[in-house]
């Protein structure tokens, strides 16, 4: 079986979508040591012709990328279309089941529900059958819990969440979408963000109240 493993985050290292893409692959491997994986890192809008054609063999695909502003980032968006259009030219070939992980800064997991109907909507237009998804809270938090254990901690309810995964992907299951924020009181999950941020603008020059700051717009004359 081939999946393909395609990280739609702008960041080139370092991403929490990555991390997600990496657990997720342990538990295929310990459930299926046959599975063959292909893996793109989709950080800009360029998608070559080769990928399209390696998507092809495809049993299973699966997406990770981060909200933004309650849907798809641009960059991975133009790709997604790219990728309709070829899998639509492919007529009479079967096309893979696809699964989605998209990871917000807000703590609720479930306010990525848009985003997972939009792929949903994707599948249905590339003529790909949707399988699941799952929607991560607090994805900020997630390499800093990278050595904290799968379904210990913090990480619990993400462990449980990507085992259920996993199994939808390995038995080629279609399942309603998984919503999980962290086990770590909401209260400390705002603070430490707040806080985070407050030193990014310091190392930046910047004073914190500097975000709470408006965009200056000049009056037409």
């Known amino acids: ?30 459930a299926d040591g046959s599975v063959i994986f ?5 950080n800009e809008k360029e998608i070559t012709s080769e990928q399209l054609m390696q998507m092809e063999n495809w049993e299973r695909m699966i997406f990770s990328f981060p909200l933004y502003v309650d849907g798809i980032p641009a960059h991975f968006l133009a790709c997604l279309q790219k990728m309709e259009e070829h899998l639509r030219t492919q007529t009479g070939q079967k096309k893979p089941y696809v699964y989605v992980m998209v990871n917000a800064g807000f703590y609720e997991g479930h306010q990525n529900r848009l985003a997972i109907d939009m792929i949903s909507h994707w599948c249905k ?11 991560v809270g607090a994805g900020g938090m997630l390499s800093s819990l990278e ?18 995964f996993s199994e939808s992907v390995i038995h080629q299951k279609t399942e309603s979408p998984i919503y999980i924020s962290p086990n770590f009181p909401r209260i400390a999950y705002r603070f ?12 930046n020059g910047l004073k914190p109240k500097d975000l709470s700051s408006k965009p200056k717009i000049q009056p037409k004359s």
């Open 147 to 164: 050595k904290v254990p799968l379904g210990k901690g913090p990480n619990r309810n993400l462990g449980k969440a990507l085992q259920a």
């Open 38 to 42: 292909e893996e793109w890192n989709l």
């Open 192 to 203: 430490a963000a707040q806080h985070n941020w407050r030193v990014q603008a310091r190392k």
């Open 125 to 135: 237009k590339a003529s790909c059958v949707m399988g699941q998804g799952l929607g």
């Open 1 to 30: 079986m081939k999946i393909g493993l395609i990280n739609g985050s702008p960041k080139k290292i370092n991403s929490a979508s990555g991390l997600l893409l990496e657990e997720l692959k342990s538990l295929l491997m310990k």
